[in-house]
């Protein structure tokens, strides 16, 4: 037995210094990618939805076109990925829709990433209804009215209320809050990704059934599938500021950028062209849905994009 | 049984690239199967390949374009599982006279092929012979979310039933959990892993069912629970019916094992979007995830058992007179019961294994907890539910586990 210990526990370190102990110094442990030699070389994060990637796609497309470089992208979550940008694995976010918290610790604390500038696009989460149901029943467009159509909006999934469909849990949600704090009659039915969420909605649009849903624009599925915006009680600075006691509408969020502050330094032309990348919401959704609708690869659309919008993007340029 | 060996090998292949590394070790331990390879989880933190695509491909929901990245993860994990199966079978015999010399001169020839076609410039699959899949798959799903999702005459559609599954088996199941006082499931679990099992082993299942509760997760885990106990019966009915007919049939195996192939090792993202669209957001879904998942083991194990009852017996029975039913109930399954329990067993443990997979479907509970804390960074949600998931599993394996009480009798 005694014998045996030995060798066990000699495994044991030397497993705790391969995982454990290399683990101790992450956070200065580039990626074999990420401003490798001669740092002509970009990583960029990008995150699931198809606007991201059309971000993405087209940044990616001028880099290696227009200024040579060789660009990596990594599928990462929205808080892992503000984890990856600090510690340099990820030169640049390109599409953030507020993190407070990362926002104070890395770029006000520890100045390890810096705001890259304006996106462009204003974002805004909301709850949505389908357009043909809002024609039908326009008063469904104020939040006081949602009561009276909870029946209709009844699932297996809701027991016995109206259903409130939300989606990825990576995204920023109230709506637990809301539907205590506003006495509504529903029940909140986490889809759980975001692919689930929209195959659900084409299913209800298939078939012009009512549908509640948490949404959010700019996204491709609008173009698809109409919908209009339920009234929540209107936005005021600070309102969400304690997330049990949330009775108030989403913000319009003016979308930034994010770049690793070294490579914001050090990154030259590359870091350059990020930080001026700026474009509308009918930009990104043109790209969104050559994407999502006719299934091009990301590259093909920001080719075609590119193609035909160079006044747009010459500006960027260094 | 070279399959299930074969498929965690896969898994290793997965994410050796920069961030997706560590979360790949993580989910292998986890002895999950191939999500690793599959482009689950990991793939949110960056874990690259073939299951980037899968996973980029979901955003735009398009299953063809997913699909096309899942074939050729089914196809590495059949090579692997055909090429150390057959390496498996032939280690008893003596190798034939010339093979090795054989063997090396293939080797030496595929090498020289490889050199010329490097120094020829020829690296790239030619692009002539690609077939695009996408297209063709993703109008095939069309139409059939289109046609079998509801208004199917007489038997309704797909979104009916599981409304009705979820109506009339899961909320039942899981009111009835959560209406039972939380020492009585505690009494229930400890007596069922008793008859079962040893005293060890219902200790070990009330502990793992306790500490449920300690870690204040009580709710969502029976919730769970519910989910996993549906999903199992499910697949134990079919997964045995399937199991009886392959083994009972050379044939019926054969066009069976690449059917189960492909059940084990296509990414659950690939299936998933169309199963969302066949049954709606939900538990129903996941339930449906679940038993895809766990099918082939259960189906495997139980036409393994019993194909290996002593053929003895099998004609003895044969010489009084028995018919094919008569074998099967009186003489085969009696014989094959450790391998049924078995197959109960895994099924169970392999049920759990996706329910991570089911929160991404609407399965809630402690799923969507570990998607939430995953997605969130917070470890506070996603470990809990983890350790809850944990013990969910040691209790359910434990009651399903006959190993000791088996050994002890037959001594």
Redesign the interface.
Same mark, same amino acid.
């Given at each position: 037995m005694r014998i045996r210990t030995i060798p066990a526990v000699a495994a044991g370190c030397a497993l705790a210094l391969l995982?454990g102990c290399g683990?101790a110094d992450m956070t200065k442990q580039a990626?074999?990618?990420a401003n490798a030699r001669g740092a002509r070389t970009v990583t960029l994060s990008?995150q699931?939805?198809?606007g991201a $990637?059309a971000n993405v796609a087209v940044a990616q497309y001028l880099l290696e076109h227009e200024l040579g470089y060789r660009v990596d992208t990594?599928?990462?979550?929205?808080? /892992?990925a503000w984890?990856?940008l600090s510690q340099g694995?990820v030169d640049a976010i390109l599409e953030d829709w507020g993190h407070p918290e990362q926002e104070q610790r890395y770029v006000q604390d520890k100045k390890t990433i810096v705001n890259g500038g304006d996106l462009g696009v204003t974002g805004h989460i909301g709850w949505f209804v389908p357009t043909y149901f809002a024609e039908r029943h326009p008063d469904v467009t104020d939040w006081k009215n949602l009561n009276k159509y909870a029946e209709q909006f009844r699932? /297996?999934?809701s027991?016995g209320k109206g259903q409130l469909?939300d989606g990825?849990?990576?995204y920023v949600t109230n709506d637990k809050a809301l539907v205590k704090n506003l006495k509504l009659d529903y029940q909140v039915?986490?889809?759980?990704?975001?692919?689930?969420?929209?195959?659900?909605i $084409?299913?209800f649009a298939?078939?012009k059934k009512p549908f509640l849903t948490y949404w959010y624009t700019p996204q491709?599925l609008s173009e698809q599938v109409p919908m209009t915006e339920v009234k929540l009680p209107p936005y005021e600075e600070g309102c969400d500021a304690d997330p049990e006691k949330v009775a108030c509408a989403y913000p319009h969020t003016p979308l930034q950028k994010y770049l690793n502050a070294d490579f914001a330094r050090d990154g030259g032309k590359a870091a350059e062209l990020l930080r001026n990348f700026e474009w509308t919401t009918e930009d990104q959704n043109e790209v969104s849905l050559m994407?999502?609708e006719q299934?091009l690869s990301?590259e093909e659309a920001a080719g075609k994009w590119v193609d035909s919008h160079r006044s747009v993007w010459e500006k960027w340029l260094p | 049984m070279p399959v299930l060996l074969s498929l965690t090998h896969v898994q290793g292949l997965a994410g050796r690239r920069?961030?997706g590394r560590?979360d790949c070790?993580v989910e292998a331990a986890h002895q999950a199967g191939p999500q690793c390879l599959v482009g689950g989880e990991p793939?949110?933190?960056?874990?690259?390949g073939l299951g980037?695509r899968v996973?980029?491909a979901?955003? =735009?929901?398009?299953v063809?374009?997913a699909l096309a990245a899942g074939i050729p993860i089914v196809l590495l994990a059949v090579v692997l599982d055909r090429v150390t199966g057959a390496a498996g079978a032939r280690l008893g015999e003596a190798p034939a006279p010339n093979a090795r010399a054989l063997g090396a001169y293939a080797l030496i020839a595929a090498v020289a092929v490889a050199v010329a076609g490097r120094l020829a410039g020829r690296l790239e699959w030619p692009e002539s012979w690609v077939v695009g899949i996408?297209?063709p798959v993703?109008r095939a799903v069309d139409w059939m979310?289109?046609h079998l999702? =509801?208004g199917v005459p007489v038997v309704g559609g797909t %979104?009916d039933w %599981?409304?009705r599954f979820?109506?009339w088996v899961l909320?039942p199941l899981r009111d009835g959990l959560l209406w039972l006082p939380w020492w009585a499931v505690l009494l229930v679990v400890a007596a069922l892993a008793w008859l079962i099992g040893t005293w060890g082993t219902a200790l070990t299942a009330v502990l793992a069912m306790a500490a449920i509760g300690v870690l204040g997760v009580w709710k969502p885990s029976l919730d769970t629970l519910s989910q996993v106990l549906a999903a199992v019966a499910v697949a134990l009915v079919v997964g045995f019916a399937t199991g009886i007919a392959a083994a009972r049939s050379d044939r019926v195996e054969r066009w069976l094992r690449p059917v189960l192939d492909v059940f084990q090792t296509m990414p659950q993202f690939v299936y998933?979007?169309p199963v @969302?669209?066949l049954f709606? @957001?939900?538990? %129903?879904?996941a339930v449906a995830a679940a038993v895809v998942y766990a099918l082939p083991a259960v189906v495997r194990i139980t036409a393994q058992g019993l194909r290996q009852v002593d053929p003895a017996a099998l004609e003895s029975a044969r010489s009084l007179g028995a018919t094919g039913a008569q074998q099967l109930r009186q003489v085969q399954l009696p014989l094959a019961r450790p391998a049924l329990l078995l197959a109960v067993n895994q099924g169970v443990v392999l049920v759990l294994a996706v329910v991570v997979i089911g929160?991404? @479907?609407?399965?809630?509970a402690l799923?969507?907890d570990v @998607?939430?804390g995953?997605?969130?960074?917070d470890l506070a949600t996603g470990l809990v539910a983890g350790a809850a998931i944990v013990c969910l599993g040691l209790m359910l394996d434990r009651v399903t586990q006959p190993t000791g009480r088996r050994a002890r009798k037959g001594a």
């Open positions: 995982t683990a990626s074999p990618f990008v699931s939805w198809v $990637q990594v599928q990462v979550d929205e808080v /892992p984890d990856a694995r699932t /297996p999934e027991g469909l990825s849990p990576s039915v986490f889809a759980g990704s975001e692919a689930a969420q929209i195959t659900q $084409q299913q298939k078939e491709w994407i999502a299934k990301p | 920069g961030l560590q070790q793939l949110r933190h960056g874990a690259g980037d996973y980029q979901l955003a =735009s929901v398009d063809g374009a996408a297209e993703n979310t289109a999702y =509801s %979104a %599981a409304g979820t109506t909320d998933l979007i @969302v669209a709606g @957001v939900g538990r %129903a879904p929160g991404l @479907v609407g399965g809630g799923g969507y @998607v939430f995953l997605a969130q960074g």
